[in-house]
């Protein structure tokens, strides 16, 4: 098995490595204003978790999921990015969400 050796970032052309810097940064940004939507999504998720506890409500809405899924499954196609791969995600996002409403109503029994 070979494996290649990291470029020498001096014999790397200038502009390359300007490019891939300005690449780098949007990069940068556009992950910094995901997690910033994350933490908002997750706000107001926690706000229908502390909801549905005070009211009896399961911790897990399996038809608004699914509703959700293939939204989002929609949207990432018009998006040109992979269904499969936005499923994943929210399903990972849905996960955290049912976890902390599980936990929200626990706290609340007591």
């Known amino acids: 098995m070979t494996t290649s050796k990291p470029a020498d970032q001096s014999a ?3 502009e390359v490595r300007a490019e891939l810097a300005r690449l780098r940064d949007s990069i940068d940004n556009i992950d910094a204003a995901v997690v910033h939507m994350l933490a908002e999504r997750f706000k107001c998720t926690q706000q229908v978790g502390h909801l549905k506890a005070e009211h009896a409500l399961p911790p897990a809405d399996p038809a608004r999921e699914a ?4 939204r989002l499954r929609q949207l990432a196609e018009n998006a040109k990015l992979d269904p499969a ?15 902390h409403h ?3 109503a626990e706290d609340t029994k007591r």
């Open 85 to 99: 791969f936005a499923e994943k995600f929210l399903n990972f996002i849905i996960s955290e969400v049912i976890r």
């Open 67 to 70: 509703r959700q899924i293939e």
């Open 102 to 104: 599980e936990q929200i």
């Open 12 to 14: 790397v052309d200038p």
